[in-house]
């Protein structure tokens, strides 16, 4: 089974790997032999850190800045990548926010496109920056990440991010049938209650205690139990796995 996950010298991008999920990732591709692209926005500490836990190891890592909901900072960092390492074979749609807990009333215009901008928006322009040499050449993986959230509406003040992972949900089905045909995979993760800091930042420690109370397995899921699964996808493991989304919550939404 070793040989079906190995991914010796395939070149990935992750946005969002400066922490959390995309972190875990990163790291996970190297240890299997991939080259990594550390996409981030602000937390460049961060970024620098995965990058030297990787190179450390003996792997290769760079790490590039990029916004990107700007179509322009997405082209640089996918061309950026493609000068270092070559072609990009692997993308995963990591980068994302819930960015402010925000009720019906109290969302303006402004907030909802960012949340649209940066958790669905992002996905498209980073799929259409490589899908192009990834049909020239017959192959390629994208995995997006969603969230339980898109399934089940998330909780107060969350309803623009849980559209736009529901968002991700169905882009992932119709990107995986336009792509296949080029021997492109496209699939989804969805992560449930994960120990990042996503939650530090937008749940309680009381909500956080009664969100493990609904999980069959009584506890948050780790970063490298979502990474796993992130890298299974993108593996010849997973070969004939298309369109689909694998939802990583120890159980608390069984489909």
Not at 108 to 122: F, G, I, R, Y
Not at 126 to 148: D, T
Not at 219 to 234: D, Q
Request: with cysteine.
């Amino acid at each position: 089974m070793d040989s079906y996950l190995a991914l010796q010298d395939k070149v990935v991008v992750v946005t969002g790997a400066s922490s959390g999920i995309g972190a875990a990732t990163a790291i996970l591709f190297s240890e299997v032999g991939a080259r990594v692209v550390i996409g981030y926005n602000r937390n460049r500490a961060g970024a620098e850190l995965v990058r030297n836990k990787i190179t450390g190891a003996g792997g290769h890592a760079i790490v590039i800045q990029a916004d990107i909901t700007r179509s322009s900072e997405v082209d640089s960092l996918i061309k950026q990548a493609v000068d270092t390492f070559g072609p990009i074979d692997i993308l995963v749609n990591n980068a994302g926010s819930l960015i402010e807990r925000l009720p019906l009333l109290k969302m303006t215009e402004l907030k909802w496109d960012a949340v649209m901008d940066l958790n669905l928006k992002s996905a498209m322009m980073c799929s259409q920056a490589v899908a192009g040499s990834m049909m020239e050449r017959g192959c390629g993986v994208i995995v997006n990440i969603a969230s339980i959230a898109g399934r089940n509406g998330g909780g107060v003040g969350a309803g623009a991010y849980a559209t736009a992972k529901g968002g991700i949900i169905t882009w992932t089905k119709a990107l995986a049938k336009e792509l296949a045909p080029y021997g492109i995979r496209v699939n989804c993760v969805s992560p449930g209650v994960i120990d990042t800091p996503f939650h530090e930042t937008f749940t309680t420690p009381e909500i956080m205690h009664n969100l493990i109370q609904t999980i069959p397995l009584k506890r948050a899921g780790t970063p490298m139990e979502c990474a796993k699964v992130i890298v299974f996808l993108a593996s010849d493991a997973a070969s004939y796995v298309v369109g689909e989304t694998i939802e990583v919550n120890g159980g608390q939404l069984m489909l």
